[in-house]
């Protein structure tokens, strides 16, 4: 009788892990984040099973629940908008306040652009400091180019990948009200959202993503914000990969493979193997035999899962830069934009390290007629910059166009995200007094303003949590 209830009480717990993890004793199975197998909602929605379904029902409901209020009035939010636009201009339409006309193309308009967002890709690796772990020597060799124009002082719009997404998608900072679940963003786009002034330029867009639509809802998000086509691992078979999607080197072989040229296209790429269970097969992909690997301290090759984990760094940035490279010469026109979404797990190589390589992640633009001083030298920013930068590096003298944060190639803007600020050549924490110095940024003697920051973060913030909850009316 024992044997037969421990028999029972083992086989229940069984099912229910078989159950809880959608038809697998891991996590390492179907669940709500990958289910997108097919190219239809309908058909992905019916691969979870019902636990799982009932479990994505109770996540989504929490996440929206935890969406913090800040607890804004109409008045607030137009003297924010005042504040950052710099005008006196009075309205009851948030967007008014976001209006901008653009100064005049700096760069002839190209036939394609590729906005590259690499999976936890760090600024530190590309630091002097660690030229001899030697992990970044592709997108290092493009930053060099004459061609190329490398910023370093840039932040990422939040901690993990999707606050990034969002962050490049709607144009709006990071204030934890989760825009990828808000019903409005799934129904229109906001009026800083960058794929439909793309559009208006003239591009095709395209949502190009090595892992599965239904991850974070980004399908459906990224749709819904203007983008026009939604490409992802589900779009092609390859044994190579893991539960968060395909290995980046075979998704960007077949994002390559599908490209024409037969109409200007914007395409927002984001990577994925740069994150664990570090799946890739480093031995396939030539990394033991490499000057990288062999030049490796013994510490760090006697250290697997450090290895490991910069092994990965270093594959993300093999393939992006032979992406990028073979694109460019089939294409010349092409335009690049290549930053992270956040800083990674490889950060633990560092024992004691700052806040500039906590937080900062890199930004390369790349392409015919990029030059080094296309940006100011205190240029600095985060996320939401990305789309007014480059409108303004392309569109026409007078495009009206609209977003929360300022072109990087008017000069220094306020980064920000949840945790930190970037000014120039400063960077600290909210709530804390302390600040740092950038270690690569140009020399600027000016001190930040901690007050002055204070209240722009306050105006970037309302303004991107009313846009999310309540629109663009200001009553």
Known sequence: MVGFLIFILLFSYTFWRFVRFGGALTENSVRWTNAAKTNQLLLNEAILDDFQALYRAYDTHEVLANAKNLDLSPGKVAEFGRMLSGSVTKSNHLDDYLRKSAQGAKLPKPKHIFLIVAESYSQWPLMPTYENLDIASGLKSIANKDDAEYLTSFLSNGNFTIGAVSGIVTGLSEVKVYPNYQEKSLTESYSTALAPQMQKLGYRTNFLYGGYGSWQNVEKFSLA?????????????????????IDDGVFLRYVLSKMSDDQPTFNMILTVSNHPPYTVDLDKAGFFNTTTYHNFPDAIKQNAEMVKMLGHFWYCDKVITEFVETVKAKYPDSLFIITGDHVGGNLRYLSNPTLFERYAIPLIIYGKGVNKGILPANASGAQINIGPTLIELI?????????????????????????????????????????????????????PDLEEIKNTTNAIRGISWWSVMKGNKLD
Not at 228 to 245: A, M, Q, R, Y
Not at 412 to 420: C, E, I, P, Q, R
Request: aromatic share 14%.
């Open 395 to 447: 569109a026409p003298k007078g495009f009206i166009y609209y977003s929360l944060g300022e072109s990087l190639t008017k000069g220094k803007a306020l980064g920000v995200n949840l945790d930190t600020w970037m000014y120039g050549s400063y960077l600290g924490m909210y709530n804390d007094s302390h600040y740092e110095r950038a270690p690569l940024a140009a020399d600027d003697d000016v001190k």
């Open 225 to 245: 914000q203007g983008f026009e086509k939604f490409v992802s691992c589900g779009d092609l078979i390859s044994p190579d990969g893991n539960t968060w999607g």
